[in-house]
């Protein structure tokens, strides 16, 4: 069964940082792009971050220079280092199987269940 499992979520301070993890099994990392997505309270779900099965990054313009996502293929892993963190960052942030599609759980692609970010002073 193919699942994923984001942690390291809590409460940050604005200008804070924070690092989530997103642990996958079932399935191998090296072969499938790991999207980050958010919903924030009363708003859309909507996609932060990709890392493709080559490496590649690519992110939403809202967090460009402030977010870093990675990969440890050995722990089947990816991780998403958030720095400058602003009260409009508190979500949920997910982890997906897939990049940028916030419906894509209702075509079976996995997710994480979610882990609360709250960015606050």
């Known amino acids: 069964q193919e699942q994923l499992v984001e942690s390291g979520g809590g409460y940050v301070q604005p200008g804070g940082s924070l690092r989530l993890s997103c642990a996958a099994s079932?399935?191998?990392?090296?072969?499938?792009?790991i999207g980050w997505l958010r919903q924030a309270p009363g708003k859309e779900r909507e996609g932060i971050s990709c890392?493709?099965?080559?490496?590649?990054?690519d992110y939403a313009d809202f967090v460009k220079g402030r977010f870093t996502v990675s990969s440890d293929n050995a722990k089947n892993t990816v991780y998403l280092q958030m720095s400058s963190l602003k009260p409009e960052d508190t979500a949920v942030y997910y982890c997906a199987a897939g990049c940028w599609n916030p419906h894509s759980d209702l075509l079976g692609i996995p997710w994480g269940q979610g882990t609360q970010v709250t960015v606050s002073s």
């Open positions: 890392i493709k099965s080559d490496g590649r990054t």
């Open positions: 079932g399935f191998t990392i090296d072969y499938r792009a």
